[in-house]
C-alpha cells in the first residue's frame, strides 16, 4: 500500500511552472485541521463552519499555530497569496474523506511556500495516485474506473478520451459484474450440489448450465476480441515509413503532419535515425515513424539507422512501404518488396505525379499478392486522402465498438478476460464429458475470480503499487 489511510495527505496538483491558477489538495481525517494552519477566510469564519462544495475567499499565510486567531491586519509579511477554498466534506469527495482544495495562483514559489506549510502543520506528501487508490480503497471508485482516471488524464484522441470516460463512469465494469454474478450463480449451485451429493437433489439441470456458460464464453470472446483495437485506441498504433533512400518518405511525413519536422533533401542517407511524431488519423492516435533508407552502404552510421529501421518494422502496427514512381523497381526495392512481412504492410507508390517508370500492373506481376497498391504525391498532396482512409481501416478492420459496446483498452484487463475465458471453455468441456462437478467448480472458480481482478474484488497489494505507480502526485 501506499500509505495508511488515517494519514493526512497534501500535493500540488498542477502540473510544474508558471501558470495562472495552481490548486493545492489536501485530503485526510485531518484535512480541515491542517489547511487551516495556512488559510484565512475573509469572512473570518472557520473552515469548519463552511458549507461544503462551495467556493470561499481566503488569503494564504505561511504556517502558524495561531493561524484561526490571528486577523486580517496581521503583518504583511505573513501574507503569501489570495485565493478561492472549497471544504468537501467525507463521504461526498473523491477520495471518500474530508478534503480542502485551494486554488491559488500558480507561481511556484507560491505553491511551494503553501506546501510547505501543509507540511509542517502534519500533513503528509501524498506518493503519486495516492489520490486516486484512496478513492478506491473508500469504495468510491473500483479498479476498473480507478485505472480510466489515469487514461482519461492520458487521452491521446477525442475518441480514445470517449472510452476512458465510458469506463471512469462503470460501463466495463457493469460487464465484467453482469458476467461474474452469473458464474457465481452456477459455482454456488454446483458446490451445493457436491455438498448435498446423497440428498440426490438436482440443484441445476446440465443442460441450463450448458446454456449459461456458452453465452458466457461468447461474451468473453467477444471481449477479448476488442483487445486488439481497444489498445490502439489507448495507446496508440506505430506505423513506420519504410523504402530505399530518396523515395519520398521524409516528404510523406511531413504531409501527413502538415509540418516540415522532418529534413527534405537530395541527398541519400539524410534520415539517420528514427523521428516519431504523433497524428490522429480518423480518431486513432498513430506514432509516425520515418526510418532511415533500406540500402547496401558501408556508412557505420547509416547502418546502425538501416538496423533501427528493421527493428521499428517488426514491431510497428502497420508499415507502409514507398517505392519512387518515377523511377523503376531498383534491387533495394524488390529486396523490401520479398521480405514476409511486406505481405502486411500497405504498398504506396510515391511521386505520382513526375513521368511514370513504374506501375502497378508491373509490381503486380514481379510482386504479388500486395493487395490494393495506393498511388500519391507527397509534396502536391495527391491521394493523401485515400492512404489516411487505407490506414484506418488496416488498423481497425472491423466497426469501431465491440458487439458489447464495450473495449477492452487495458493490457492488465486483457489478460484477466483471456484467462476468464480459459476457465469457462474448460469448465464447459468437463461438464459436456460428465466430469466431476469438483473439476468443473475448479475452472469456475477460477474465471470469477479473474474478472474479480478488473474491478478490484479480488487484488494484491502488488498489484495496486503497479497500478498506482503510474500515476503523477496529486492525482
Known amino acids: 500500500m501506499l500509505g495508511a489511510l488515517d494519514d493526512t495527505i ?119 495516485g495516492e489520490f486516486t487508490q484512496r478513492a478506491f480503497l473508500n469504495g468510491r471508485l473500483d479498479l476498473a474506473q480507478a485505472e480510466a482516471v489515469l487514461d482519461t488524464i492520458r487521452a491521446k484522441t477525442e475518441r480514445s478520451l470517449t472510452l476512458a470516460q465510458s469506463q471512469r ?32 437433489i438436482a440443484f441445476v439441470r446440465q443442460d441450463e448450465l450448458m446454456r449459461l456458460l456458452d453465452v458466457t464464453l461468447d461474451k468473453l470472446r467477444q471481449l477479448v476480441r476488442s483487445g486488439r483495437d481497444g489498445r490502439i485506441w489507448r495507446e496508440g498504433a506505430v506505423v513506420a515509413i519504410l523504402g530505399r533512400p530518396n523515395v519520398g518518405k521524409s516528404s510523406l511525413m511531413n ?30 492516435p498513430v506514432r509516425l515513424l520515418d526510418t532511415a533508407g533500406i540500402r547496401m ?27 519512387d514512381g518515377s523511377q523503376p523497381l531498383s534491387e533495394s526495392d524488390g529486396a523490401l518488396l520479398s521480405q514476409p512481412e511486406s505481405a502486411h ?58 458487439d458489447e459496446g464495450v473495449l477492452v483498452t487495458n493490457l492488465r484487463h486483457a489478460n484477466a478476460f483471456e484467462r476468464a475465458l480459459q476457465g469457462v471453455d474448460q469448465a464447459r468441456q468437463s461438464v459436456d464429458a460428465g466430469r466431476a462437478g469438483e473439476l468443473v467448480a475448479m475452472d469456475l472458480r477460477i474465471a470469477a475470480d479473474a474478472l474479480g481482478e478488473i474491478t478490484g474484488i479480488i487484488t494484491t497489494d502488488e498489484i495496486l503499487e503497479r497500478i498506482f505507480a503510474e500515476f503523477c502526485i496529486g492525482k
Open 255 to 284: 504531409a501527413l503532419l502538415r509540418s516540415d519536422r522532418a529534413i527534405v533533401t537530395a541527398i541519400p542517407g539524410t534520415t539517420r535515425d528514427l523521428l516519431e511524431e504523433l497524428l490522429s488519423i480518423d480518431g486513432i
Open 345 to 402: 504492410a500497405l504498398l504506396v507508390v510515391n511521386k505520382c505525379d513526375l513521368p511514370r517508370q513504374l506501375s502497378r500492373e508491373g509490381l503486380d506481376r514481379s510482386h504479388p499478392g500486395h493487395g490494393n497498391i495506393l498511388e500519391i504525391s507527397a509534396t502536391m498532396g495527391i491521394g493523401l486522402e485515400e492512404l489516411r482512409l487505407a490506414v484506418r481501416s488496416r488498423l481497425m478492420p472491423g466497426s469501431l465498438e465491440s
Open 169 to 200: 463512469r462503470g460501463e466495463l465494469s457493469r460487464h465484467v459484474e453482469e458476467i461474474r454474478s452469473k458464474l457465481v450463480v452456477a459455482l454456488a449451485h454446483i458446490e451445493a450440489a457436491l455438498d448435498f451429493a446423497e440428498e440426490d
Open 10 to 128: 497534501c500535493a500540488i496538483a498542477t502540473p510544474p511552472g508558471e501558470g495562472g491558477i495552481g490548486i493545492l489538495r489536501i485530503s485526510g481525517p485531518r484535512a480541515l485541521e491542517v489547511a487551516s494552519c495556512v488559510v484565512r477566510l475573509r469572512s473570518g469564519k472557520s473552515l469548519y463552519d463552511l458549507p461544503t462544495h462551495r467556493l470561499t475567499l481566503a488569503d494564504l499565510c505561511a504556517h502558524s499555530k495561531n493561524a484561526l486567531a490571528e486577523k486580517r491586519d496581521a503583518p504583511a509579511s505573513n501574507f503569501i497569496d489570495e485565493a478561492l477554498v472549497v471544504v468537501m466534506n467525507a463521504p461526498h469527495s473523491f477520495t471518500g474523506e474530508d478534503v480542502v482544495e485551494i486554488q491559488c495562483h500558480g507561481g511556484p514559489v507560491i505553491l511551494d511556500q503553501l506546501c510547505r506549510g501543509l507540511l509542517s502543520a502534519g500533513a503528509r506528501l501524498a506518493a503519486p
Open 297 to 323: 552502404t558501408d556508412d557505420p552510421v547509416e547502418v546502425e539507422g538501416i538496423r533501427r529501421s528493421r527493428l521499428a518494422w517488426a514491431d510497428a502496427d502497420l508499415a507502409l512501404i514507398l517505392l
